[in-house]
């Protein structure tokens, strides 16, 4: 399996941006697919994850009402909508797939993107 993320840039306070990530490999439509993000001199943290179905769509109390998560099966790929951008959102987003994750916990996800930077600056 092999995650490719893009999307990222530099986007003003209250501007948004749509992340995508590309799964390379079987099964797609059995994973779980997870966002996490890490800014400078922070530990990585939970951002929204998605399951198998399209269902449990589940997210970070600090996105909640401002990011979407969703995915397409047939093209192998899981977005992460996110408007209402803030400075507070600065960071490298990551995307992360398993087959049986714990959905918050960044430790239980075998495969990961390369990450992609997103900078909210006026």
């Known amino acids: 399996v092999e995650l490719v993320d893009s999307g990222g840039g530099l986007v003003q306070p209250g501007g948004s941006l749509r992340l995508s990530c590309v799964f390379a490999?079987?099964?797609?439509?059995?994973?779980?697919l997870g966002w996490f993000r890490q800014a400078p001199e922070k530990e990585r943290e939970f951002v929204a994850a998605?399951?198998?179905?399209?269902?449990?769509?589940y997210y970070a109390d600090s996105v909640k009402g401002r990011f979407t998560i969703s995915r397409d099966n047939a093209k192998n790929t899981v977005f992460l909508q996110m408007n209402s951008l803030t400075p507070e959102d600065t960071a490298v987003y990551s995307c992360?797939?398993?087959?049986?994750?714990?959905?918050?916990?960044?430790?239980?996800?075998?495969?990961w993107g390369q990450g992609t930077q997103v900078t909210v600056s006026s």
């Open positions: 998605i399951g198998w179905s399209g269902t449990i769509p």
């Open positions: 490999g079987s099964s797609f439509s059995y994973y779980t």
């Open positions: 992360a797939a398993d087959l049986y994750p714990t959905i918050n916990s960044s430790r239980t996800y075998d495969y």
